[in-house]
């Protein structure tokens, strides 16, 4: 008997092309460039090819993204590439994502966003 025919899910598409190549530009122009990042950026490609959707996961996963990862994840939210929620945002310390943000897009909205924070106390 011949086998049923039967289709399998779509493969997740790509990571957006260069993505990788930006990620390693941003880190040496912010002095971080470190050889376990890039490796952790690949692995977190590989396993949310569209970063946001990683945003839908529990935060308590999201909160288990290790220290090689977060930089990655930075990058992500620095660029536009990825909103992780409120909650994330309150459950981490973020000073390490303002001290490079002068490196990113965002960086006028973030001091803006500090400048009003330092007059609110």
């Known amino acids: 008997m011949p086998p049923a025919p039967a289709s399998a899910p779509s493969p997740e598409p790509p990571p957006p092309p260069g993505l990788i190549a ?3 530009a941003w ?3 912010t002095g971080r460039l470190s050889a376990p990042y890039l490796p952790s950026a690949r692995t977190f490609l590989a396993r949310w090819p569209r970063p946001q959707s990683w945003a839908a996961d529990p935060l308590e996963r999201r909160l ?3 220290a090689r990862t977060r930089p990655f994840l930075y990058f992500l939210m620095l ?3 990825l909103r992780p929620g409120y909650d994330y945002l309150l459950e981490r310390r973020l000073t ?3 001290r490079q943000t002068p490196a990113s897009p ?3 909205e973030v001091e803006r966003f500090v400048a ?3 007059e609110l106390g």
């Open 22 to 24: 930006a990620y390693a």
């Open 27 to 29: 880190l040496t122009v």
């Open 64 to 66: 288990a993204a290790n």
């Open 79 to 81: 660029h536009r590439r």
């Open 96 to 98: 390490a994502l303002v």
């Open 106 to 108: 965002l960086a006028p």
């Open 116 to 118: 009003a924070a330092i």
